[in-house]
């Protein structure tokens, strides 16, 4: 049930009746409970092509919109707002219908294929703090996405090729003719890297070891394309192990590296020559672009090949613009990175659309987010200033779970422990982030991500195991209650209404690309079924049972809700913690 939507298509058809169909129908919810749930804004902005006063267009509306099974009352005010305060009994029947539903009441949106490029870490080194963002928020956009119905490709864009490989190649070269296996000698890619590029500065000759790899590369000799098959399968096999501990849903058949797209580089340059897009200057091809100008007017400059013959990032970025939209056929293109690539993007996209490599309606969406900082203001880093690693980030969430969790009075076994630990600690990473608006930065605090209280995931978490508690108490399970939902308090109206908001608010997840929406969602959820649970008792012995099984139908609603949203964000829910 999308109630939104549904408001919209009511007030779009009365406006039709009053001779407009061109207007946009603005329907909002409304900021408190007085003023109803929603309420249409669109009357003031008639007032000048109707010659009519607002409110009396806001009254012609109330009389022609046809709200009567889903409204108890509609009322104008101020200059001619029109509040809609809904029904019970159509809320409780729209409750009714989502409980037994497994997909909660909501409908699958028209198909797109979506593209979503998201992880996408430079394989040289280890995944560090830096690839987080665009890993958590890439896979709760995809699972939402896939949710309401679409087609999605992932499309992890991994940087597995370019000059820096020549020196790790050289490296590994050596590793191995000292009889050692590839998995040891990259166990700690960190390490590795540094050991590499010490050589690189300081050791005599092997700086031009190194750029004759590169070159061995480029020409695929095929020892040299051997060992770096090596090389990435191991480095991929890092990040399956930080996905496996995230809960991240990337597999290798996910890959599409920067690699893949070779063969095709030379393609690209050839192309845009043809059109007269891109311009040789000082020996190297440049496409100049006077829409995105600097202050005196001189034309922002984006190089698609290096004077010496090389292509950059930007060249690869433009062939997998081709690829995805003429092969894989997608109707949007999202791609999640930090927003300093934003300048990139948007160039890509300008240089791209005027060389034909998507169609017009095809979408291409940049979605930047900002840095996780430490709780100096500054960038996260380890103690000594080091980048830290994603896999001992996750380990020490587990572990700071853990305490936690045992100092709280639990009559959990080791195994329930070791199994909650997990997935508090690492829910609780996840949430914090995902529940920041990506486009700004946020300070990485381990003691408010991993509280009980407030805006988090042990909090939902734990809202979810109350409900489950209650149906262990009452002895019952869903399918034995006869659904009949009754909302007599207001807590019961508030809390129904925002349970039939599911819909509406992942819907504005797929389209922004914006997970913060669901928590801040969810965490509503869990803040209206704490005061419900507080003022409408469920299992005392008073409660007439058609109330009780009333309030459990809530309730079952609540937890499968709370547990269907973690679930799109990457969270597991537990029985209990
Ligand atoms: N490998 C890049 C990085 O770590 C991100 C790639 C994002 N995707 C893209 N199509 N450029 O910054």
């Given at each position: 049930m999308n109630i939104h939507a549904l408001l919209v298509s009511r007030f779009t058809e009365a406006l039709q009746e009053l001779?407009?169909?061109?207007a946009p129908v603005p329907v909002a919810r409304s900021a408190r409970p007085e003023f109803g749930e929603y309420q249409f804004n669109g009357a003031m902005a008639l007032a000048k092509k109707l010659q009519q006063k607002p409110r009396d267009i806001a009254q012609k509306i109330v009389e022609l919109v046809k709200l009567n099974d889903v409204a108890a009352k509609l009322e104008i005010a101020g200059p001619g707002f029109i509040n809609v305060h809904l029904n019970d009994e159509w809320l409780a029947n729209q409750c009714e219908l989502a409980v037994h539903d497994p997909r909660l009441g909501v409908a699958k949106q028209p198909s797109d294929t979506v593209v979503v490029d998201y992880s996408?870490?430079?394989?040289?080194?280890e995944m560090h703090v830096g690839h987080l963002r665009t890993t958590i928020i890439g896979d709760a956009v995809v699972k939402v996405l896939e949710f309401l119905g679409h087609k999605v490709v992932r499309q992890n864009?991994?940087?597995?090729?370019?000059?820096q490989f020549g020196m790790l190649l050289a490296h590994l070269n050596d590793k191995l003719q000292n009889n050692q296996v590839a998995e040891t000698a990259l166990s700690d890619l960190e390490n590795f890297y540094r050991e590499a590029k010490v050589r690189f500065d300081e050791e005599e000759g092997f700086a031009d070891r190194a750029r004759e790899y590169v070159v061995r590369l480029q020409r695929k000799d095929a020892d040299c394309m051997a060992l770096w098959h090596k090389f990435i399968d191991v480095s991929i096999a890092h990040s399956e192990e930080v996905y496996q501990k995230l809960n991240?849903?990337?597999?290798?058949?996910?890959v599409m590296g920067e690699s893949a797209y070779n063969d095709d580089l030379a393609n690209v340059v050839a192309e845009l020559k043809a059109k007269k897009i891109a311009v040789e200057d000082q020996g190297a091809q440049v496409v100049f672009i006077p829409e995105l100008a600097?202050?005196?007017?001189k034309p922002a400059v984006y190089i698609?090949?290096?004077?010496?013959g090389g292509y950059l990032y930007s060249t690869t970025d433009l062939a997998a613009m081709r690829y995805r939209s003429r092969?894989?056929?997608?109707d949007r293109t999202l791609i999640l990175t930090d927003a300093r690539q934003a300048l990139h993007f948007k160039q890509t996209e300008i240089v791209g659309r005027k060389a034909d490599?998507?169609?017009?309606e095809q979408s291409y969406e940049h979605c930047p987010f900002g840095m996780m900082l430490g709780s100096d203001g500054r960038p996260f880093k380890t103690r000594t200033g080091g980048t830290v690693k994603l896999v001992e980030l996750l380990d020490e969430a587990v572990e700071r779970a853990a305490k936690l969790i045992t100092a709280r009075d639990t009559d959990l076994s080791q195994d329930e422990l070791t199994d909650v630990a997990r997935k508090v600690g690492i829910g609780a990473v996840k949430y914090a982030d995902l529940s920041k608006n990506r486009t700004t930065d946020y300070v990485f605090n381990w003691d408010t991500m991993l509280?009980?209280?407030?805006?988090t995931a042990p909090y939902l978490q734990y809202a979810y195991t109350r409900v489950k508690s209650i149906f262990r108490k009452a002895g019952?399970?869903?399918?034995?209650l006869p659904v009949d939902i009754q909302l007599k308090q207001p807590q019961e109206h508030a809390l129904a209404v925002l349970l039939l908001q599911f819909e509406e608010m992942i819907g504005v997840v797929a389209r922004d690309a914006t997970p913060h929406i669901l928590c801040t969602y969810l965490y509503d959820v869990a803040s209206a079924f704490m005061s419900f649970y507080e003022s409408c008792p469920i299992l005392?012995?008073?409660?007439d049972p058609a109330v009780k099984n009333s309030r459990l139908a809530l309730a079952a609603l609540v937890a499968s809700t709370l547990e269907q949203g973690l679930n799109l964000l990457g969270i597991e829910t537990l029985e209990k913690m």
């Open positions: 001779g407009v169909d061109d996408s870490p430079n394989l040289a080194k864009h991994m940087g597995d090729w370019g000059t991240v849903s990337l597999t290798r058949g996910d600097d202050k005196e007017g698609i090949q290096k004077s010496g092969e894989l056929e997608a490599f998507m169609k017009p509280s009980f209280e407030g805006n019952v399970t869903l399918a034995d005392k012995a008073e409660v």
